[in-house]
């Protein structure tokens, strides 16, 4: 079966610094991976996705994620954090079965920016 | 435009009342699904529906009926409420096809028991 750690729970980074959030996942065949945020109080944003091709993926905001598979590994990462990346991060794997598909998440980490 | 909503957004109600939780979603998607994120942000698949069809239950108590009265809707009936119920609920769809697709989230719905 599939699963997604994420092995810090909560990282503190000051504002201007860069970030990088750990992602490992563990699944048997191609992984479909993803970061989602979530902001205080609210649903889920989908930072980018890795399917194939480029290990290195562009997403939104700012964000990218580096697909390592001798590491199985999909760290998320920013060079410079703003006040407003302070959320919950998220990392998942989508898998199939039959015609059936469903996201695996992490347990999440979260992100404090300090001025 | 909202691509998948729910209502209500906040829910409080009673130990061993029953309630419910729709989604729809306006993305024309076949396939929606509800997962649960608990007190502690874990967020796990409930359901996956398919055209109206049942394709995942993942070991969730007979308590939780998810009904889909067509494609754009997937609503989420609780029985009995329990405390341990107490979570947010987040809706999906997404379009399947070949390789995976995409899930769209709804805002959520947080559910609290008393």
């Known amino acids: 079966a599939q699963s997604v750690t994420q092995p810090d729970i909560h990282i503190t980074v000051s504002e201007g610094a860069s970030l990088e959030l750990r992602c490992n996942y563990s699944y048997g065949a191609t992984p479909y991976l993803f970061w989602y945020v979530q902001s205080p109080g609210q649903g889920l944003q989908l930072l980018l996705k890795y399917f194939s091709g480029d290990t290195l993926v562009q997403g939104i905001k700012g964000f990218e994620a580096e697909f390592k598979r001798s590491q199985s590994s999909f760290n998320l990462r920013k060079p410079s954090v703003h006040w407003s990346d302070a959320a919950e991060y998220f990392c998942a794997v989508g898998s199939r079965t039959g015609t059936a598909s469903k996201l695996t998440f992490g347990t999440g980490t979260r992100l404090q920016v300090t001025l | 435009d909202t691509a998948v909503s729910q209502t209500p957004k906040y829910l409080v109600t009673q130990m061993g009342n029953d309630k419910s939780i729709k989604c729809e979603q306006n993305?024309?998607?076949?396939?929606m699904y509800w997962y649960k994120q608990d007190s502690k942000k874990f967020l796990k698949i409930m359901f996956s529906y398919n055209n109206k069809e049942l394709i995942i239950n993942e070991t969730v108590p007979n308590r939780f009926s998810p009904k889909s009265p067509d494609k754009a809707h997937l609503n989420l009936h609780i029985n009995s409420l329990e405390l341990g119920d107490s979570a947010v609920y987040f809706c999906?769809?997404?379009?399947?096809?070949?390789?995976?697709?995409?899930?769209?989230f709804g805002p959520g719905t947080r559910l609290t028991v008393l």
């Open positions: 999906a769809s997404s379009q399947e096809g070949l390789g995976y697709n995409e899930q769209f």
């Open positions: 993305l024309g998607h076949d396939t």
